[in-house]
């Protein structure tokens, strides 16, 4: 599940509408429903921290990083898949504990993280999608 589909959900759950929830976090109801088509992906942690104390779910949770990225990545290519996400996740975890880093520069890394993650799901959904619409 992306981070607009756990958002839409939990929104709907709560009974709230885009323009309620969209106060909340400091967003338009418009830019809420790209969140939640999956169109976009806030640009900044505040707004994912607003939307995870609104909800009262981990920012890990909104993300999917809650475990499932290794999961997936282990029954879509197997043991190596898993490893390799491991080391993708314990590197990346390294540059922000690490103190390094600027926060602008912490923020650019999870914008384009965050893409990159956002753009494969969309290609692999698009890929997969096909292949079952073809049998």
């Known amino acids: 599940m992306l981070f607009g589909d756990r958002i839409k959900q939990l929104r709907e ?8 929830l969209g106060k909340l976090v400091g967003v338009s109801d418009r830019v ?3 969140y939640e088509s999956n169109e ?6 505040e707004v994912i921290s607003k939307f995870a104390s609104v909800f ?4 890990d949770y ?13 029954e879509a ?12 996740l ?20 999870f914008r384009i993280i965050s893409e990159l993650y956002f753009d494969a799901k969309k290609k692999n959904k698009e890929k997969y999608g096909r292949k079952k619409k073809d049998k």
């Open 13 to 20: 759950n709560a009974g709230m509408t885009q323009a309620e």
């Open 32 to 34: 809420l429903g790209y």
């Open 40 to 45: 976009r992906f806030p640009r900044k942690q």
């Open 56 to 59: 009262n779910v981990s920012v």
């Open 62 to 74: 909104l993300l999917g990083t809650d475990g499932s990225f290794m999961q997936d990545a282990g």
């Open 77 to 88: 290519y197997g043991a190596i898949g898993h490893k390799q996400a491991q080391g993708v």
């Open 90 to 109: 314990k590197n990346v975890e390294m540059l922000f504990a690490g103190g390094e880093l600027m926060e602008e520069d912490k923020d650019e890394v």
